[in-house]
């Protein structure tokens, strides 16, 4: 089935400074990815929609200047956490569309100290 | 807009037991429904979907049926296993495809 790679599973990095969180599509293309953010013991909340070759469309209350999302080819999509803060540590998902619905990532926990 | 009202856990249950999550959406239009689960450590894994109304999703000895006169869609096992602990997460989708919009989602244990 379809498979999305998500890296890094964990990642602790210094207040102030930038993260990139890759996702790939193993073996098929996704034209569309979506990313989740998920507080603990809350649920998913839907940051962003991206799609290949065009900007990404936000939700309501994300900073797409903070968050940026690339999504350059059919098979990756980047998610950067730039001037990252504490509050900014959370479990970040994507998800790709496939041909029968969506297929997720592994998911990164960040952690800002 | 769109919601989902999942049932709050965390839900401890003994192996063999019988197990209900309730399920409540709120949409616009006739969404598709979905259950993921996720496993510890891992990303999330679609477990069943419905389409449709009066449709009913099944894997894995789950079930859940799409009941558009109660806007719910609660899932179901029979008797459950140590190896069926994990989060479970309700969901749905305006068109196949587009966006989901998540419950809360429900801890589950299942204690031998």
């Known amino acids: 089935g379809a498979v999305v790679s998500q890296h890094p599973s964990r990642v602790i990095c210094k207040s102030g400074t930038s993260v990139k969180i890759e996702c790939r599509s193993l073996d098929f293309q996704a034209t569309t990815m979506f990313w989740y953010r998920q507080f603990p013991k809350q649920s998913l909340m839907l940051m962003a929609t991206s799609n290949e070759g065009s900007k990404a469309t936000y939700e309501q209350g994300v900073e797409k200047d903070k968050f940026l999302i690339n999504h350059a080819s059919l098979t990756l999509s980047t998610l950067t956490v730039t001037s990252a803060h504490p509050e900014d540590s959370s479990f970040y998902i994507c998800?790709?569309?496939?041909?029968?619905?969506?297929?997720f990532g592994s998911g990164t926990r960040l952690t800002v100290v | 807009g769109d919601s989902v009202t999942q049932m709050e856990g965390p839900v401890t249950l003994s192996e063999e037991a019988f197990l209900t999550i309730n399920c409540t959406y709120t949409a616009t239009g006739y969404p598709s429904l979905f259950w993921y689960v996720q496993y510890p450590g891992e990303g999330l894994q679609l477990l069943l979907k419905a389409t449709k109304a009066d449709d009913k999703g099944s894997n894995k000895g789950f079930e859940a049926t799409y009941r558009k006169e109660t806007t719910s869609f609660h899932l179901e096992k029979g008797s459950v296993q140590v190896s069926d602990s994990a989060v479970y997460f309700c969901?749905?989708?305006?068109?196949?495809?587009?966006?989901?919009?998540f419950g809360t989602g429900t801890r589950l244990t299942i204690i031998p």
């Open positions: 969901a749905l989708s305006e068109s196949l495809g587009e966006k989901l919009t």
């Open positions: 998800s790709a569309r496939d041909r029968v619905g969506y297929t």
